[in-house]
């Protein structure tokens, strides 16, 4: 804890299960088992906290990260996507992706879009991925402008920047 823009706390073990009471870390299980994470909460109270993920990749605890936003936080991103020699494509990605969604986060440009049917769609303002997304007739660019004016008949996870 400092006097800058943000508080951290971490969350240990089985980060994405409630613990004593307190509320869960995550409204749904990410894809791949969290066993710990790093809430990192801003000051100001109209952003969203970024939750860094970690879990294991053959046993091999830390060797996978999961970031997300909110709280209870929606995933943003997982990597590695996979752990093998064979799609191990080096650091490039996985790092433009951490930085990326790290970015989007504290500047307030993410938005989480849920339709309530297993449909997703995410938007950074510097790329956009879905995950079984329907859009109920609409655009994405309609439907994410709809979420970032606060208009959206979706689940949206969006906050301010955090200063």
Do not use: K
């Amino acid at each position: 804890m400092g006097d800058g823009a943000v508080r951290t706390r971490p969350r240990r073990p089985g980060a994405g299960r409630r613990r004593r009471g307190g509320p869960p870390v995550w409204r749904r299980p990410p894809e791949v088992e969290v066993a710990d994470a790093i809430v990192l909460r801003p000051r100001r109270p109209d952003a969203v906290p970024l939750v860094i993920g970690y879990g294991a990749i053959d046993d091999v605890s830390r060797t996978v990260l999961v970031l997300g936003v909110g709280e209870p936080a929606v995933p943003l991103g997982i990597v590695p996507d996979c752990g093998c020699d064979a799609c191990d494509d080096g650091s490039a990605g996985i790092l433009e992706m951490v930085d990326e969604s790290v970015l989007a986060v504290i500047t307030g440009d993410v938005v989480h879009i849920d339709d309530g049917r297993g449909g997703e769609l995410i938007d950074t303002q510097e790329s956009r991925s879905a995950s079984n997304w329907r859009g109920a007739g609409r655009s994405d660019e309609e439907v994410i402008a709809e979420a970032r004016a606060g208009r959206s008949p979706f689940d949206v996870v969006r906050g301010e920047p955090w200063d």
